[in-house]
C-alpha cells in the first residue's frame, strides 16, 4: 500500500511519501457493542482488575484536522486523514498564545526562517508534549506500578512510574525525561522533570532544562482519551500554560515500525526550498 508520512516543521508540512504494508490487522478484544453490534466508543471507559482504577490501555490517534490545499505549501496527497492538532501549531485551540520571555520568542521567529532547526527533522526523539500530537499512534499499556507508552516514530517508549518513588533531584537530562504519576479520582497525574531541551511542537516553542511538565491524562469513555499538559518552564515562559490534546482509540490494528533516518531526505528537502525562497 502506498502511505505517506509527514513531517512537520517550522511552519510548515514536508510530505515524505514512502511504500509500506498494510497496517498489521489484528482483532481487538473485548469491545463494547451498541444494539446493532457497532463498537460503541461511548461506553463506560473500562477499569484494571482492581474494579476502580480507570484503565488507559489501547492505541491511540490524535485528533486531526482536514489538511487544506490552499494553505498547504506541499499540498495534501499525503494527509489524507487530516492534520493533528497542536503538531504544528501548538497555539490551535488554545486561548492565548504561550507567554515567551524575550529571548525564547526571538528563537520562535528565527525556527520560522529557518525549518531546519526543528529536531525532527534530524530524526531526534520527541519531547514527552509531541510525542503525544505526532503523525503516528501511540500504544498505552498499563500496569499497576508503571505505564508504557510505545510510539511508533523511531520505537521510542516512555515510562511513568506509578509505585510512589519520588522524581529524581539531580537528573540527568533525558529526551523523555523522568514522570512519576499518581491518581486524582479519574484522572493520572503525571509530573515529568529532566528533559533534554527540545521543542514542544513544530513551531520551535522550547522546553528548557528548568521544564516541569504536568499532564491530567483521563479517559473520558471507551473510545476517548483526554491529555491537559501543562508547562512550567520559567526560563522559556513568563508564565505555566496549558493546552488540551484529544485522542482516539484504534480498534483491530497495532503498532509497525517508523524509522525516520531510514531513507531520510527531509532536512536537504527543507534547506534546498529555503535556499530557492531566499
Same mark, same amino acid.
Given at each position: 500500500?502506498?502511505? &505517506?508520512?509527514?513531517?512537520?516543521?517550522?511552519?510548515?508540512?514536508?510530505? +515524505?511519501? +514512502?511504500?509500506?504494508?498494510?497496517?498489521? #490487522?489484528?482483532?481487538?478484544?473485548?469491545v463494547p457493542t451498541t444494539p446493532d453490534g457497532k463498537p460503541n466508543l461511548h461506553a463506560p471507559a473500562p477499569k484494571m482488575t482492581d474494579g476502580r482504577t480507570p484503565d488507559?490501555?489501547?492505541?491511540?490517534? +490524535?485528533e486531526k484536522r482536514p489538511c487544506i490545499e490552499a494553505t498547504s505549501p506541499f499540498g495534501c496527497s499525503d494527509a489524507l486523514d487530516g492534520v493533528p492538532v497542536g503538531f504544528i501549531n501548538v497555539t490551535t485551540g488554545a486561548a492565548e498564545t504561550p507567554p515567551l520571555q524575550p529571548?525564547?520568542?526571538?528563537?520562535?521567529?528565527?525556527y520560522a526562517d529557518d525549518? #531546519? $532547526?526543528?529536531?525532527?527533522?534530524?530524526?531526534?526523539?520527541?519531547?514527552?508534549?509531541?510525542?503525544?500530537?505526532?503523525f503516528v499512534m501511540r500504544k498505552i499499556i498499563q500496569l499497576p506500578d508503571s505505564l508504557m507508552i510505545l510510539d511508533e516514530y523511531m520505537g521510542?517508549?516512555?515510562? /511513568?512510574?506509578?509505585?510512589?518513588?519520588? $522524581?529524581?533531584?539531580?537528573?540527568?537530562?533525558?529526551?523523555? &525525561? %523522568?514522570?512519576?504519576?499518581?491518581?486524582?479520582?479519574?484522572?493520572l497525574v503525571v509530573e515529568t522533570i529532566g528533559i533534554k531541551e527540545n521543542w514542544f511542537n513544530g513551531e520551535g516553542y522550547?522546553?528548557?532544562?528548568?521544564?516541569?511538565? /504536568?499532564?491530567?491524562?483521563?479517559?473520558l469513555? %471507551?473510545?476517548?482519551?483526554?491529555?491537559? +499538559?501543562?508547562?512550567?518552564?520559567?526560563?522559556? %515562559?513568563?508564565?505555566?500554560?496549558?493546552?488540551t490534546i484529544k485522542l482516539t482509540?484504534?480498534?483491530?490494528?497495532?503498532?509497525?515500525?517508523?524509522i525516520c533516518n531510514e531513507n531520510e531526505k527531509d532536512l536537504q528537502i527543507i534547506i534546498n526550498a529555503g535556499k530557492a525562497k531566499n
Amino acid at each position: 500500500m502506498l502511505a &505517506g508520512r509527514i513531517m512537520a516543521t517550522g511552519g510548515m508540512i514536508v510530505s +515524505v511519501t +514512502v511504500i509500506l504494508p498494510a497496517q498489521w #490487522s489484528v482483532t481487538t478484544k473485548g469491545v463494547p457493542t451498541t444494539p446493532d453490534g457497532k463498537p460503541n466508543l461511548h461506553a463506560p471507559a473500562p477499569k484494571m482488575t482492581d474494579g476502580r482504577t480507570p484503565d488507559l490501555s489501547g492505541l491511540w490517534d +490524535v485528533e486531526k484536522r482536514p489538511c487544506i490545499e490552499a494553505t498547504s505549501p506541499f499540498g495534501c496527497s499525503d494527509a489524507l486523514d487530516g492534520v493533528p492538532v497542536g503538531f504544528i501549531n501548538v497555539t490551535t485551540g488554545a486561548a492565548e498564545t504561550p507567554p515567551l520571555q524575550p529571548w525564547a520568542e526571538a528563537l520562535v521567529k528565527q525556527y520560522a526562517d529557518d525549518a #531546519s $532547526l526543528d529536531p525532527n527533522l534530524r530524526c531526534l526523539p520527541h519531547a514527552p508534549s509531541r510525542m503525544w500530537v505526532h503523525f503516528v499512534m501511540r500504544k498505552i499499556i498499563q500496569l499497576p506500578d508503571s505505564l508504557m507508552i510505545l510510539d511508533e516514530y523511531m520505537g521510542q517508549y516512555r515510562q /511513568i512510574f506509578l509505585d510512589g518513588r519520588p $522524581l529524581p533531584k539531580d537528573p540527568e537530562p533525558m529526551f523523555k &525525561g %523522568y514522570s512519576v504519576g499518581r491518581w486524582e479520582g479519574d484522572a493520572l497525574v503525571v509530573e515529568t522533570i529532566g528533559i533534554k531541551e527540545n521543542w514542544f511542537n513544530g513551531e520551535g516553542y522550547p522546553l528548557t532544562g528548568q521544564a516541569r511538565i /504536568i499532564e491530567r491524562i483521563r479517559r473520558l469513555d %471507551y473510545g476517548n482519551l483526554e491529555v491537559e +499538559v501543562t508547562v512550567d518552564d520559567p526560563k522559556a %515562559y513568563t508564565k505555566p500554560w496549558t493546552r488540551t490534546i484529544k485522542l482516539t482509540l484504534v480498534l483491530d490494528m497495532d503498532l509497525l515500525e517508523y524509522i525516520c533516518n531510514e531513507n531520510e531526505k527531509d532536512l536537504q528537502i527543507i534547506i534546498n526550498a529555503g535556499k530557492a525562497k531566499n
